[in-house]
Protein backbone atom coordinates (compact mmCIF):
# COMPACT_ATOMS: atom_id res chain seq x y z
CA UNK A 1 0.00 0.00 0.00
CA UNK A 2 1.57 3.38 -1.16
CA UNK A 3 0.37 7.05 0.40
CA UNK A 4 1.23 10.28 -1.14
CA UNK A 5 0.96 12.74 1.96
CA UNK A 6 -0.09 16.13 0.77
CA UNK A 7 0.81 18.95 3.09
CA UNK A 8 3.33 16.19 4.50
CA UNK A 9 5.92 18.87 6.42
CA UNK A 10 2.77 20.04 8.80
CA UNK A 11 2.98 18.54 12.04
CA UNK A 12 0.10 16.86 11.97
CA UNK A 13 0.22 15.11 8.64
CA UNK A 14 4.27 14.52 9.31
CA UNK A 15 2.64 12.53 12.20
CA UNK A 16 0.74 10.79 9.89
CA UNK A 17 3.29 9.71 8.06
CA UNK A 18 5.69 8.34 10.76
CA UNK A 19 2.22 6.00 11.92
CA UNK A 20 1.95 4.92 8.24
CA UNK A 21 5.41 3.91 7.89
CA UNK A 22 5.17 1.91 11.22
CA UNK A 23 2.20 0.39 9.94
CA UNK A 24 4.30 -1.03 6.45
CA UNK A 25 2.66 1.11 4.10
CA UNK A 26 5.05 2.57 1.73
CA UNK A 27 5.39 7.19 2.27
CA UNK A 28 5.74 10.15 -0.12
CA UNK A 29 4.62 13.02 0.33
CA UNK A 30 4.92 16.75 -1.01
CA UNK A 31 4.87 20.08 0.60
CA UNK A 32 5.22 23.79 -0.19
CA UNK A 33 7.34 25.11 2.91
CA UNK A 34 9.62 22.58 4.53
CA UNK A 35 11.41 23.47 7.36
CA UNK A 36 12.15 22.03 11.66
CA UNK A 37 11.46 19.63 13.12
CA UNK A 38 9.41 17.94 10.88
CA UNK A 39 11.43 18.14 7.69
CA UNK A 40 14.30 16.42 10.66
CA UNK A 41 11.53 13.92 11.05
CA UNK A 42 10.91 12.82 7.90
CA UNK A 43 14.74 12.87 6.72
CA UNK A 44 15.40 10.32 9.82
CA UNK A 45 12.27 7.86 8.62
CA UNK A 46 13.44 8.15 5.04
CA UNK A 47 10.30 9.60 3.75
CA UNK A 48 10.71 10.83 -0.10
CA UNK A 49 9.75 14.27 0.00
CA UNK A 50 8.94 16.90 -3.16
CA UNK A 51 9.14 20.22 -2.70
CA UNK A 52 5.90 21.68 -4.28
CA UNK A 53 2.49 21.10 -5.34
CA UNK A 54 2.66 19.44 -8.81
CA UNK A 55 0.94 16.62 -10.46
CA UNK A 56 3.79 14.77 -11.48
CA UNK A 57 5.10 14.60 -8.22
CA UNK A 58 3.07 11.64 -7.08
CA UNK A 59 3.78 8.24 -8.05
CA UNK A 60 1.44 6.60 -10.64
CA UNK A 61 0.97 3.63 -8.55
CA UNK A 62 -0.04 5.63 -5.28
CA UNK A 63 -2.98 3.56 -4.08
CA UNK A 64 -4.41 6.49 -2.16
CA UNK A 65 -3.81 10.31 -1.33
CA UNK A 66 -3.99 11.80 1.29
CA UNK A 67 -4.73 15.92 1.43
CA UNK A 68 -3.81 18.14 4.14
CA UNK A 69 -6.78 21.07 5.21
CA UNK A 70 -4.02 23.36 3.86
CA UNK A 71 -4.67 22.67 0.28
CA UNK A 72 -7.46 23.96 -1.71
CA UNK A 73 -9.46 24.01 -5.15
CA UNK A 74 -7.31 25.54 -8.16
CA UNK A 75 -4.10 23.59 -6.67
CA UNK A 76 -2.31 21.35 -9.04
CA UNK A 77 -1.91 18.38 -6.95
CA UNK A 78 -5.60 18.64 -5.73
CA UNK A 79 -7.36 19.37 -9.46
CA UNK A 80 -4.84 16.14 -10.66
CA UNK A 81 -6.16 13.82 -7.91
CA UNK A 82 -9.76 14.84 -8.56
CA UNK A 83 -9.54 14.76 -12.44
CA UNK A 84 -7.10 11.35 -12.23
CA UNK A 85 -10.00 9.86 -10.34
CA UNK A 86 -7.66 9.09 -7.61
CA UNK A 87 -8.48 7.89 -4.35
CA UNK A 88 -8.33 10.38 -1.42
CA UNK A 89 -8.87 11.06 1.83
CA UNK A 90 -8.29 13.83 5.04
CA UNK A 91 -5.83 13.36 7.45
CA UNK A 92 -7.93 13.01 9.91
CA UNK A 93 -10.49 10.47 8.14
CA UNK A 94 -6.85 8.31 7.44
CA UNK A 95 -6.27 8.23 11.35
CA UNK A 96 -10.11 8.02 12.39
CA UNK A 97 -9.91 4.57 9.79
CA UNK A 98 -7.06 3.49 9.87
CA UNK A 99 -5.20 3.84 13.33
CA UNK A 100 -8.37 4.72 15.82
CA UNK A 101 -10.41 1.73 15.42
CA UNK A 102 -10.28 -0.84 18.88
CA UNK A 103 -8.29 1.84 20.61
CA UNK A 104 -9.32 3.53 24.00
CA UNK A 105 -8.66 7.62 22.43
CA UNK A 106 -7.69 10.12 24.76
CA UNK A 107 -8.33 13.42 22.77
CA UNK A 108 -6.44 16.74 23.80
CA UNK A 109 -8.53 19.82 22.27
CA UNK A 110 -8.48 23.45 23.74
CA UNK A 111 -7.11 26.81 21.92
CA UNK A 112 -3.59 26.60 23.85
CA UNK A 113 -1.27 24.13 25.27
CA UNK A 114 -2.62 20.67 23.25
CA UNK A 115 1.31 19.62 22.20
CA UNK A 116 2.59 20.20 25.47
CA UNK A 117 -0.67 18.79 27.16
CA UNK A 118 -0.53 15.62 24.58
CA UNK A 119 2.91 15.02 24.69
CA UNK A 120 2.45 15.39 28.63
CA UNK A 121 -0.20 13.03 28.22
CA UNK A 122 1.44 10.47 26.66
CA UNK A 123 4.85 10.69 28.67
CA UNK A 124 2.41 9.68 31.88
CA UNK A 125 1.06 6.62 30.34
CA UNK A 126 4.57 5.41 29.03
CA UNK A 127 5.99 6.38 32.34
CA UNK A 128 3.39 4.33 34.12
CA UNK A 129 3.83 1.64 32.19
CA UNK A 130 0.72 1.99 29.45
CA UNK A 131 2.88 2.07 26.38
CA UNK A 132 0.64 3.97 24.57
CA UNK A 133 -0.09 5.15 21.03
CA UNK A 134 0.18 9.11 20.22
CA UNK A 135 -0.66 12.01 17.54
CA UNK A 136 1.30 15.10 19.07
CA UNK A 137 1.27 18.58 16.86
CA UNK A 138 5.34 18.57 17.46
CA UNK A 139 8.12 16.68 18.10
CA UNK A 140 8.15 15.56 22.38
CA UNK A 141 11.49 15.79 23.08
CA UNK A 142 10.78 12.29 25.72
CA UNK A 143 10.09 10.41 22.39
CA UNK A 144 11.95 11.73 19.89
CA UNK A 145 9.17 11.46 17.19
CA UNK A 146 5.70 13.05 17.04
CA UNK A 147 3.52 9.91 16.26
CA UNK A 148 3.83 6.26 17.20
CA UNK A 149 1.17 3.13 17.20
CA UNK A 150 2.19 2.21 20.84
CA UNK A 151 1.89 -1.60 22.12
CA UNK A 152 -0.86 -0.38 25.04
CA UNK A 153 -4.59 -0.23 24.49
CA UNK A 154 -4.64 4.01 25.02
CA UNK A 155 -3.87 5.99 22.00
CA UNK A 156 -3.20 9.95 22.81
CA UNK A 157 -4.38 12.43 20.33
CA UNK A 158 -4.00 16.36 19.54
CA UNK A 159 -7.38 17.47 18.52
CA UNK A 160 -7.48 20.48 16.67
CA UNK A 161 -10.50 22.37 15.98
CA UNK A 162 -9.04 23.99 12.64
CA UNK A 163 -11.09 22.43 9.81
CA UNK A 164 -10.20 19.26 8.09
CA UNK A 165 -9.98 19.60 4.47
CA UNK A 166 -11.40 21.93 1.28
CA UNK A 167 -14.21 18.95 1.19
CA UNK A 168 -14.55 18.59 5.08
CA UNK A 169 -15.26 22.00 6.67
CA UNK A 170 -15.95 20.22 10.13
CA UNK A 171 -13.06 20.61 13.21
CA UNK A 172 -10.49 17.54 12.68
CA UNK A 173 -11.58 16.70 16.42
CA UNK A 174 -15.32 15.10 15.25
CA UNK A 175 -13.48 12.56 13.46
CA UNK A 176 -11.44 10.92 16.49
CA UNK A 177 -14.29 9.38 18.81
CA UNK A 178 -12.36 9.88 21.86
CA UNK A 179 -13.30 8.14 25.31
CA UNK A 180 -11.09 10.56 27.21
CA UNK A 181 -11.40 14.36 26.26
CA UNK A 182 -9.58 17.10 27.64
CA UNK A 183 -11.10 20.75 26.68
CA UNK A 184 -8.24 22.66 27.82
CA UNK A 185 -9.17 26.02 27.60
CA UNK A 186 -11.09 28.12 24.58
CA UNK A 187 -10.30 31.67 22.80
CA UNK A 188 -11.55 33.15 19.75
CA UNK A 189 -8.86 32.14 17.05
CA UNK A 190 -8.42 31.09 13.57
CA UNK A 191 -10.00 34.06 12.67
CA UNK A 192 -9.77 32.65 8.44
CA UNK A 193 -12.11 30.09 9.40
CA UNK A 194 -14.40 31.06 12.21
CA UNK A 195 -16.14 33.98 12.21
CA UNK A 196 -16.67 34.64 15.87
CA UNK A 197 -15.92 32.58 19.64
CA UNK A 198 -19.60 30.89 19.39
CA UNK A 199 -18.63 28.74 15.98
CA UNK A 200 -15.76 27.66 17.77
CA UNK A 201 -18.03 26.62 20.49
CA UNK A 202 -20.40 24.93 18.27
CA UNK A 203 -17.40 23.01 17.19
CA UNK A 204 -16.48 21.73 20.76
CA UNK A 205 -19.72 20.83 21.41
CA UNK A 206 -19.64 18.47 18.35
CA UNK A 207 -16.84 16.95 19.99
CA UNK A 208 -18.69 16.84 23.25
CA UNK A 209 -21.26 15.11 21.73
CA UNK A 210 -19.22 12.01 20.29
CA UNK A 211 -17.64 11.21 23.91
CA UNK A 212 -19.48 8.13 25.60
CA UNK A 213 -21.38 8.09 28.93
CA UNK A 214 -18.72 5.59 30.26
CA UNK A 215 -16.22 8.41 28.99
CA UNK A 216 -14.87 10.99 30.86
CA UNK A 217 -14.37 14.95 30.12
CA UNK A 218 -11.79 16.83 31.79
CA UNK A 219 -12.58 20.71 31.78
CA UNK A 220 -10.42 23.63 32.67
CA UNK A 221 -12.54 24.74 35.43
CA UNK A 222 -11.39 28.77 35.34
CA UNK A 223 -12.73 28.57 31.73
CA UNK A 224 -16.15 30.88 31.25
CA UNK A 225 -16.24 29.78 27.54
CA UNK A 226 -16.05 26.07 27.98
CA UNK A 227 -19.08 26.57 30.76
CA UNK A 228 -20.98 27.77 27.91
CA UNK A 229 -19.67 24.85 25.89
CA UNK A 230 -20.95 22.14 28.60
CA UNK A 231 -24.10 24.25 28.97
CA UNK A 232 -25.18 23.00 25.37
CA UNK A 233 -25.56 19.81 27.18
CA UNK A 234 -23.30 17.23 28.11
CA UNK A 235 -23.76 12.93 28.81
CA UNK A 236 -20.25 12.14 30.09
CA UNK A 237 -19.11 12.32 33.62
CA UNK A 238 -17.40 16.15 33.86
CA UNK A 239 -14.28 16.27 36.00
CA UNK A 240 -12.31 19.96 36.36
CA UNK A 241 -8.98 21.07 36.69
CA UNK A 242 -8.18 24.83 38.06
CA UNK A 243 -5.63 26.73 40.11
CA UNK A 244 -7.72 29.74 41.09
CA UNK A 245 -11.26 27.93 41.35
CA UNK A 246 -12.57 25.22 43.10
CA UNK A 247 -12.56 21.58 40.73
CA UNK A 248 -12.34 18.20 41.51
CA UNK A 249 -8.26 18.80 40.35
CA UNK A 250 -6.96 21.82 42.15
CA UNK A 251 -2.47 22.86 41.94
CA UNK A 252 -1.07 24.89 44.53
CA UNK A 253 1.75 26.54 43.72
CA UNK A 254 4.58 25.97 45.59
CA UNK A 255 7.15 27.88 43.11
CA UNK A 256 5.85 31.25 41.78
CA UNK A 257 7.22 30.37 38.58
CA UNK A 258 5.37 26.92 38.78
CA UNK A 259 8.20 24.54 38.96
CA UNK A 260 6.73 22.72 41.94
CA UNK A 261 3.22 22.52 42.63
CA UNK A 262 1.08 20.49 44.93
CA UNK A 263 -1.72 18.40 43.39
CA UNK A 264 -4.75 18.16 44.98
CA UNK A 265 -7.59 15.61 43.99
CA UNK A 266 -11.29 16.67 46.09
CA UNK A 267 -9.26 18.62 48.07
CA UNK A 268 -7.22 15.68 48.71
CA UNK A 269 -3.18 16.63 48.64
CA UNK A 270 -1.53 13.45 45.94
CA UNK A 271 1.57 14.90 46.54
CA UNK A 272 4.16 17.90 45.52
CA UNK A 273 5.30 17.89 41.52
CA UNK A 274 8.50 19.18 40.44
CA UNK A 275 9.62 19.50 36.81
CA UNK A 276 11.40 21.94 34.25
CA UNK A 277 8.48 23.68 32.50
CA UNK A 278 7.80 27.49 33.86
CA UNK A 279 4.79 29.18 33.93
CA UNK A 280 1.11 28.87 35.47
CA UNK A 281 -0.21 27.36 32.23
CA UNK A 282 2.12 24.46 32.09
CA UNK A 283 0.69 24.03 35.32
CA UNK A 284 -2.75 23.89 34.38
CA UNK A 285 -1.72 21.53 31.50
CA UNK A 286 0.05 19.15 33.83
CA UNK A 287 -3.80 19.27 35.89
CA UNK A 288 -5.32 18.32 32.59
CA UNK A 289 -2.82 15.37 31.93
CA UNK A 290 -3.21 13.89 35.35
CA UNK A 291 -6.47 13.88 35.25
CA UNK A 292 -7.16 11.94 32.11
CA UNK A 293 -4.03 9.46 33.20
CA UNK A 294 -5.98 8.92 36.04
CA UNK A 295 -9.36 8.41 34.42
CA UNK A 296 -7.23 5.91 32.05
CA UNK A 297 -6.14 4.00 35.01
CA UNK A 298 -2.97 4.97 35.85
CA UNK A 299 -2.21 5.90 39.94
CA UNK A 300 -2.27 9.77 39.80
CA UNK A 301 0.36 9.67 42.41
CA UNK A 302 3.12 7.66 40.46
CA UNK A 303 1.60 10.08 37.71
CA UNK A 304 2.95 12.88 39.12
CA UNK A 305 6.31 11.67 40.15
CA UNK A 306 6.95 11.58 36.22
CA UNK A 307 6.38 15.14 36.10
CA UNK A 308 10.50 15.23 37.02
CA UNK A 309 11.10 13.05 33.75
CA UNK A 310 9.24 15.16 31.35
CA UNK A 311 10.29 17.40 28.82
CA UNK A 312 8.77 19.99 26.56
CA UNK A 313 8.31 19.76 23.41
CA UNK A 314 10.98 21.12 20.60
CA UNK A 315 9.51 25.01 19.77
CA UNK A 316 7.53 25.49 23.22
CA UNK A 317 10.11 27.68 25.04
CA UNK A 318 12.99 25.51 23.75
CA UNK A 319 16.51 26.79 24.94
CA UNK A 320 18.54 26.42 22.12
CA UNK A 321 21.57 28.64 22.71
CA UNK A 322 23.90 29.63 25.58
CA UNK A 323 26.28 32.04 24.51
CA UNK A 324 27.95 33.48 27.23
CA UNK A 325 25.13 35.19 29.37
CA UNK A 326 22.60 35.28 26.79
CA UNK A 327 20.21 32.41 26.36
CA UNK A 328 17.99 32.31 23.05
CA UNK A 329 14.78 30.04 22.97
CA UNK A 330 12.72 29.11 20.37
CA UNK A 331 8.71 29.43 20.73
CA UNK A 332 5.76 28.63 18.97
CA UNK A 333 3.33 31.14 20.68
CA UNK A 334 1.14 32.38 18.05
CA UNK A 335 -1.48 34.10 20.07
CA UNK A 336 -1.75 37.03 22.75
CA UNK A 337 -2.50 34.50 25.05
CA UNK A 338 -0.10 32.38 24.92
CA UNK A 339 2.48 34.82 23.66
CA UNK A 340 1.65 36.72 27.40
CA UNK A 341 1.64 33.41 29.68
CA UNK A 342 4.94 32.15 28.15
CA UNK A 343 6.73 35.38 28.69
CA UNK A 344 4.94 35.70 32.55
CA UNK A 345 6.25 32.20 32.76
CA UNK A 346 10.13 32.85 32.06
CA UNK A 347 9.49 36.16 33.45
CA UNK A 348 9.15 34.83 37.05
CA UNK A 349 12.11 32.55 36.77
CA UNK A 350 14.41 35.15 36.14
CA UNK A 351 13.13 37.73 38.18
CA UNK A 352 12.94 41.75 37.21
CA UNK A 353 16.42 42.66 36.77
CA UNK A 354 16.80 40.69 33.83
CA UNK A 355 16.27 41.63 30.38
CA UNK A 356 13.94 39.77 28.32
CA UNK A 357 13.75 40.27 24.74
CA UNK A 358 10.84 39.18 22.66
CA UNK A 359 11.13 38.31 19.03
CA UNK A 360 8.14 37.82 17.34
CA UNK A 361 6.56 36.85 14.11
CA UNK A 362 2.57 37.43 12.83
CA UNK A 363 2.52 34.58 10.76
CA UNK A 364 -0.67 32.62 11.76
CA UNK A 365 -3.43 33.21 9.48
CA UNK A 366 -5.01 35.18 11.89
CA UNK A 367 -2.10 37.12 12.87
CA UNK A 368 -1.42 38.22 9.59
CA UNK A 369 -5.53 39.35 9.82
CA UNK A 370 -4.70 41.62 12.10
CA UNK A 371 -7.65 39.66 14.40
CA UNK A 372 -5.19 39.70 17.31
CA UNK A 373 -3.56 43.16 16.49
CA UNK A 374 -5.09 44.80 19.72
CA UNK A 375 -4.35 42.10 22.22
CA UNK A 376 -0.51 41.94 20.95
CA UNK A 377 0.64 45.10 23.16
CA UNK A 378 -0.68 43.71 26.43
CA UNK A 379 0.39 40.33 25.79
CA UNK A 380 4.23 41.57 25.27
CA UNK A 381 3.91 43.94 28.63
CA UNK A 382 6.74 41.52 30.42
CA UNK A 383 8.98 41.95 27.60
CA UNK A 384 11.90 44.95 28.03
CA UNK A 385 12.25 45.29 24.67
CA UNK A 386 10.52 43.78 21.20
CA UNK A 387 11.57 43.26 17.97
CA UNK A 388 8.22 42.51 15.74
CA UNK A 389 8.96 41.16 12.13
CA UNK A 390 6.23 43.46 9.52
CA UNK A 391 6.53 41.96 5.94
CA UNK A 392 5.64 44.68 3.37
CA UNK A 393 3.04 42.34 2.66
CA UNK A 394 1.55 42.43 6.27
CA UNK A 395 -1.91 43.77 5.36
CA UNK A 396 -2.30 46.17 8.80
CA UNK A 397 0.32 48.72 10.30
CA UNK A 398 2.59 47.47 13.62
CA UNK A 399 2.99 51.07 14.77
CA UNK A 400 0.11 50.73 16.70
CA UNK A 401 1.02 47.89 18.77
CA UNK A 402 4.77 48.88 19.01
CA UNK A 403 3.77 52.59 20.40
CA UNK A 404 1.62 50.75 23.53
CA UNK A 405 4.18 48.66 24.26
CA UNK A 406 5.44 48.68 27.89
CA UNK A 407 9.11 48.39 27.10
CA UNK A 408 11.44 49.62 23.59
CA UNK A 409 9.78 47.88 20.41
CA UNK A 410 11.01 47.89 17.25
CA UNK A 411 9.03 46.90 14.06
CA UNK A 412 11.89 45.48 10.73
CA UNK A 413 10.98 44.92 7.45
CA UNK A 414 12.85 41.27 6.94
CA UNK A 415 14.56 38.96 8.98
CA UNK A 416 18.08 39.77 8.03
CA UNK A 417 17.08 43.77 9.23
CA UNK A 418 15.81 42.09 12.28
CA UNK A 419 18.92 39.97 13.11
CA UNK A 420 21.04 43.05 12.60
CA UNK A 421 19.27 45.40 14.84
CA UNK A 422 18.63 42.64 17.38
CA UNK A 423 22.46 41.41 17.09
CA UNK A 424 23.30 45.43 17.81
CA UNK A 425 20.93 45.42 20.62
CA UNK A 426 21.33 42.34 22.82
CA UNK A 427 23.86 42.66 25.61
CA UNK A 428 25.26 40.39 28.49
CA UNK A 429 22.73 38.65 30.41
CA UNK A 430 19.77 38.81 28.57
CA UNK A 431 16.99 36.19 27.45
CA UNK A 432 15.87 36.51 24.00
CA UNK A 433 12.64 34.72 23.14
CA UNK A 434 12.13 34.13 19.23
CA UNK A 435 8.08 33.72 18.96
CA UNK A 436 6.26 32.04 15.44
CA UNK A 437 4.21 28.77 14.44
CA UNK A 438 6.52 28.89 11.30
CA UNK A 439 9.95 28.46 10.39
CA UNK A 440 10.94 32.20 10.93
CA UNK A 441 13.70 31.65 8.11
CA UNK A 442 15.54 30.21 10.37
CA UNK A 443 16.08 33.25 12.55
CA UNK A 444 16.27 31.89 16.20
CA UNK A 445 19.45 29.77 14.87
CA UNK A 446 20.93 32.06 12.53
CA UNK A 447 20.82 34.60 15.57
CA UNK A 448 22.64 31.98 17.93
CA UNK A 449 24.80 31.61 15.26
CA UNK A 450 25.81 35.21 14.77
CA UNK A 451 26.40 35.40 18.50
CA UNK A 452 29.00 32.60 18.08
Sequence with gaps: MKLHILGIAGTFMGGLAALARERGYTVEGSDQQVYPPMSTQLEQLGIRLAQ?????????DCDQIVIGNALSRGNAAVEHVLNAGLRYSSGAQWLA?????GREVLAVA?????TTTTALLAWLLEACGAEPGFLV???????GVSARLGRGRTFVVEADEYDTAFFDKRSKFVHYRPRIAILNNLEYDHADIFPDLAAIQRQFHHLVRTVPGNGRLIVNGEDAALREVLAMGAWTPVETFAIDAQADWQARLVAADGSRFEVLRRSESLGVATWSLLGRHNVMNAL??????????????????????FHSPKRRLELIAERGDIRVYDD???????????L???????????RLIAVLEPRSNSMRMGAHAAALAPSLAEADAVFFLQRPELPWDAAAVIAGLRGEGRALPSVDAL???LEAEVRAGDRVVFMSNGGFEGAPRRFAERLA
Excluded: C, M
Aim: charged share 10%; hydrophobic share 45%; aromatic share 4%.
Design 419 to 421: LTA
Design 110 to 114: GTHGK
Design 288 to 309: AALAAASAAGVDPRQAISALAG
Design 344 to 354: AGLRAQIGPDT
Design 52 to 60: GYRAEHISA
Design 137 to 143: GGVPQNF
Design 332 to 342: FAHHPTAIAVT
Design 97 to 101: EQVLP
